[in-house]
């Protein structure tokens, strides 16, 4: 006789999504901003599964790791990409912040990672190796930094082949070129 195991779904319950965004270890000011952000079908659109690897860049405070590491924690890997600490006294504190966050609710981020990189030359691990690239609110400063092309290039370097970069930003002004928004 054989024996049938129950498939892993490719997609994360909604039962499952509405546990991590009722989660207690979420920051209240972060709860609060889940209307806006529509964090759900965000992650829906972008495909999250829960056997991915997913690379979060540049979490900042971690208001998408409080429910990526969770999501992913039985079956995937999130990994939180973070600036080196020597780049700036801001990227020191964000990571520190990031890593207490970590560290105060382990159930939940036990097997999160947290990764450095120079944002001059990035790399965000082994070639082809995340399933889901995932950016919220960056993009603009690789603008006004002149680090996006090298920062596309190392994602397109660590995604596997039909791998998922998504990418959430800032809306500019309706007609405004790129020389406005470099000196607004």
């Known amino acids: 006789p054989s ?3 129950a498939a892993e779904p490719p997609t994360i319950s909604a039962e499952h999504y509405a ?3 009722k989660g207690p270890w979420r920051a209240p000011e972060n709860v609060a901003r889940d209307g806006y952000r529509h964090p ?17 860049i540049t979490p900042g405070n971690g208001w998408y790791s409080e429910l990526l590491a969770p999501l992913l924690k ?7 990409a973070v600036q080196a600490p020597t780049v700036s006294d801001y990227a020191r504190k964000n990571e520190e912040k990031l890593k207490a966050k970590f560290a105060a609710a382990p159930a939940q981020y036990a097997k999160a990672q947290v ?20 950016t919220f609110r960056n993009v603009h400063n690789w603008v006004l930094a002149d680090t996006g092309p090298q ?3 190392a994602f397109f370097k660590v995604l596997k082949p039909g791998g998922v ?9 309706d007609g ?3 020389e406005d928004i470099k000196h607004s």
Do not use: C
Not at 74 to 80: F, I, K, L, P, S
Not at 115 to 134: H, R, Y
Not at 165 to 173: C, I, K, N, S
């Open 3 to 5: 024996i049938s195991h």
């Open 19 to 21: 546990e991590v965004l």
């Open 40 to 56: 759900q079908q965000t992650l829906q659109f972008f495909g999250l599964g829960p056997k991915q690897t997913v690379i979060e």
């Open 74 to 80: 039985d079956h995937g890997e999130y990994v939180a």
């Open 115 to 134: 990764l450095e990189f120079d944002p001059k030359n990035p790399e965000f691990g082994k070639p082809a190796s995340a399933d889901t690239v995932l």
């Open 151 to 153: 920062t596309f290039a």
């Open 165 to 173: 970069l998504g990418v959430v930003d800032h809306r500019a002004t």
């Open 176 to 178: 405004a070129s790129l």
